[in-house]
Nanobody, 127 residues
Framework: EVQLVESGGGLVQGGGSLRLSCAASGFSFDDYAIGWFRQAPGKEREGVSCIRSSDGTTYYGDSVKGRFTISSDNAKNMVFLQMDSLKPEDTAVYYC????????????????????WGQGTQVTVSS
């Protein structure tokens, strides 16, 4: 059974940090890219960052570039999103998702391309 389980969300003050984790199981981790998406109430889903574990390719959305860092632990089938200098506009439900051989450094992330999704974790940044 394919599973993607997010953790690490919570409430933080503006300027603070959070580290999200995504634990993957049930598929060949090395063949997939893991991406982080977020969706705030009343807004469209936004691709935040992704990483292709096989070669370390990463992508960051413009709104998080320089503040968020994605990494992976291939031995544990886990991906992390370190979020620093958080802003109230980062408030959203964050989802991790898996795409077969996906993630391209110069391409905006497309949710339709992702095969598997987690249940999401809430991140709330207070002003």
């Amino acid at each position: 059974e394919v599973q993607l389980v997010e953790s690490g969300g919570g409430l933080v003050q503006g300027g603070g940090s959070l580290r999200l984790s995504c634990a993957a199981s049930g598929f060949s981790f090395d063949d997939y890219a893991i991406g982080w998406f977020r969706q705030a109430p009343g807004k469209e889903r936004e691709g935040v960052s992704c990483i292709r574990s096989s070669d370390g390719t990463t992508y960051y959305g413009d709104s998080v570039k320089g503040r968020f860092t994605i990494s992976s632990d291939n031995a544990k089938n886990m991906v992390f999103l370190q979020m620093d200098s958080l802003k109230p506009e980062d408030t959203a439900v964050y989802y991790c998702a898996a795409e077969y051989y996906g993630c391209y450094s110069g391409s905006v992330m497309s949710g339709w391309a992702y095969d598997y999704w987690g249940q999401g974790t809430q991140v709330t940044v207070s002003s």
